[in-house]
């Protein structure tokens, strides 16, 4: 167990919906990130949160977003959903601003666009 | 922005030979080098990592190599068994700082026969 909270584990919706995904971070880590995790795209990083601020932004659709409340845990809406969204969505957690160390993993969130 | 090319994309070797995973990134400000693996259905977890002011990191059967001339470093597995089945990414980052992210490779799914 990684301490890295996700859920809801599986969804599946339709495509023009919009969805929430949400992440409790490792207890006393500042840092949250989200990457997106497609049969054939690996690990792409979408976005990074430090002490409710983004700090970085990866390969995130307009359609995406994300935000890091004050409690530290943090939520990616998507929107406008399509079938290629599909994918497992993994939150990831770091005590730090900057990677001086490991990413803990949540367990993911797999999304399943019909 | 960095990129990271790893190969082979998939690698299958017998139970107690070695297994290389290689990868190139683009960024030469990149300074810390993690491998991750992910078993099936799992999250990844960190299985060894190099800053940059190391050439070589070993850790039991595992060990990482990094040429920062060339812009290549490789996980070398021995002794491989059939646990050591996953997934392995490599990832690249300019680790500190405010824009402390991880650039994941696409992926090796080493398979150890017994």
């Known amino acids: 167990d990684s301490g890295v909270t996700q859920t809801p584990k599986h969804l599946i919706t339709a495509t023009g919906q919009r969805v929430t995904l949400r992440c409790s971070p490792r207890?006393?880590?500042?840092?949250v990130y989200w990457y997106q995790q497609s049969l054939d795209q690996g690990l792409q990083f979408l976005i990074q949160y430090y002490n409710g601020e983004e700090r970085a932004k990866g390969n995130i659709l307009e359609r995406f977003s994300a935000q890091q409340f004050p409690d530290l845990h943090s939520e990616l809406n998507l929107s406008s959903l399509e079938l290629g969204d599909s994918a497992l969505y993994f939150c990831?957690?770091?005590?730090?601003?900057?990677?001086?160390?490991?990413?803990?993993f949540g367990e993911g969130s797999r999304l399943t666009v019909l | 922005g960095e990129n990271v090319e790893q190969h082979p994309s998939t690698l299958s070797v017998q139970e107690g030979d070695s297994a290389v995973i290689k990868c190139t990134y683009s960024d030469s400000a990149s300074n810390y080098f993690p491998w991750y693996k992910q078993e099936l259905g799992k999250r990844p977890q960190l299985i060894i990592d190099?800053?940059?002011?190391?050439g070589e990191k070993k850790d039991q059967r595992i060990a990482v190599t990094l040429n920062k001339t060339a812009k290549h470093f490789s996980l070398h597995i021995t002794e491989t068994q059939p646990e050591d089945s996953a997934v392995y990414f490599c990832a690249a980052s300019t680790a500190g700082g405010s824009q402390g992210n991880l650039i994941f490779g696409k992926g090796t799914k080493l398979s150890v026969k017994p």
């Open positions: 207890s006393g880590d500042l840092s």
């Open positions: 990831a957690s770091s005590p730090r601003e900057g990677l001086l160390g490991e990413l803990f």
């Open positions: 190099i800053r940059s002011n190391v």
